[in-house]
């Protein structure tokens, strides 16, 4: 009960709509209204923002993935057309011309200068009713007797189907393997100084049976046949295994001969010494020794000797998807392989 006498003190009001409100209270007021947690169906709201972030990023990283599938795809595509696309004209030149094949290189399986590239080529070459005569460009140390004896075969089958010249033109060498293979061509032009011969064979390798024992270190080669470790380059070699070697390297050695005395027929000088030692010559020199016919380069024997000027190169080479699997793969094999096998090789 309120006492009708009770004074207040000056200027109080306590019920004055007009009174200022608290700063504090009205800055608790606003945060209270800007919460979202104290707005009705905030959870749901919450949840919403949630589901469409995560599924924009989901499709975000689908668009990349896609993205990442189609450009391997293409790069398997482009791999691919290289893989069955090759550097040799892909139709025939009516129009007279003398048609080229380079032999450059290592003379082996797989190489540019390989025994299925340098076929392949001469074939497409022969069967060109333009081409007036196949032209070999020689440049190399040799490699493959093997390799070698296929393509020196294939050129006389084609000589002979086709009826028509087949000539080398040596750059800086022809040794070896390479040699093998001129011989079986009507002419061979070389240049002064070119290198020219090495009729021999060779069967090379390292022995490291001193050095592991200066160092004590022991081999341990389990083998199931006697001769199976032979010519391991950890394993010493005994005299049967040498003279075994030796047998294997004079048969190629004259199987080389044989090809050389046939190719080039009553031109060769065999009174020269050392003419089948495996020694090499000077292009002018070869000249003297039977070895070669006359100096000149392919345009020399376009124009000169074969009457057509225009040269069409046939060479078959590597393409691009090729030399990437040698690279990353083959060539890796066959360098192990070549580190642990001895092979003859003509160079």
């Known amino acids: 009960m309120t006492d009708p006498n009770r004074t207040e003190p000056e200027g109080f009001e306590p019920f004055d709509p007009a009174a200022?409100?608290?700063?504090?209270?009205?800055?608790?007021?606003?945060?209270?209204?800007?919460?979202?947690?104290l707005t009705a169906?905030?959870?749901?709201?919450?949840?919403?923002?949630?589901?469409?972030?995560?599924?924009?990023?989901?499709?975000?990283?689908?668009?990349?993935?896609?993205f990442v599938r189609l450009s391997w795809l293409l790069f398997f595509i482009f791999l691919v057309w290289f893989g069955v696309s090759r550097a040799t004209p892909t139709t025939a030149k009516t129009t007279s011309h003398t048609a080229v094949v380079?032999?450059?290189?290592?003379?082996?399986?797989?190489?540019?200068?390989?025994?299925?590239f340098v076929v392949a080529a001469m074939k497409t070459a022969f069967e060109d009713d333009g081409a007036k005569a196949v032209v070999l460009l020689i440049n190399s140390p040799g490699g493959s007797p093997v390799q070698a004896g296929i393509i020196n075969d294939e050129i006389k089958r084609l000589k002979a189907k086709y009826n028509k010249p087949v000539?080398?033109?040596?750059?800086?060498?022809?040794?070896?393997a390479a040699y093998y293979i001129a011989a079986a061509t009507d002419k061979i032009f070389v240049d002064k100084a070119s290198i020219v011969g090495s009729i021999g064979v060779l069967m090379d390798g390292f022995g490291f049976t001193g050095t592991m024992e200066k160092f004590g270190v022991e081999r341990r080669l389990i083998i199931s046949g006697e001769n199976k470790g032979f010519l391991d380059p950890f394993s010493p070699v005994n005299d049967a295994q040498r003279a075994h070697a030796q047998q294997l390297i004079d048969q190629i050695h004259e199987q080389f001969i044989n090809v050389v005395k046939t190719g080039r027929g009553d031109r060769l000088k065999l009174n020269t010494p050392g003419l089948f030692s495996g020694l090499f010559w000077s292009g002018q020199q070869a000249i003297d020794l039977g070895l070669a016919d006359q100096l000149g380069n392919v345009d020399y024997v376009a124009r000169e000797v074969v009457k057509a000027e225009e040269v069409i190169d046939y060479t078959r080479r590597d393409n691009v998807a090729e030399k990437l699997a040698k690279k990353?793969?083959?060539?890796?094999?066959d360098a192990s392989i070549r580190a642990l096998h001895t092979v003859p090789t003509l160079r």
């Open 102 to 116: 380079e032999i450059k290189g290592e003379i082996a399986n797989g190489a540019d200068a390989s025994a299925e």
């Open 328 to 333: 990353f793969g083959a060539a890796m094999g």
């Open 41 to 66: 169906g905030w959870e749901r709201a919450t949840l919403e923002k949630l589901a469409f972030a995560s599924l924009r990023e989901q499709k975000a990283t689908r668009r990349w993935k896609t």
């Open 167 to 176: 000539y080398a033109v040596v750059e800086e060498t022809c040794a070896s």
């Open 20 to 37: 200022p409100v608290p700063p504090a209270y009205s800055a608790a007021k606003n945060t209270a209204k800007g919460d979202p947690t």
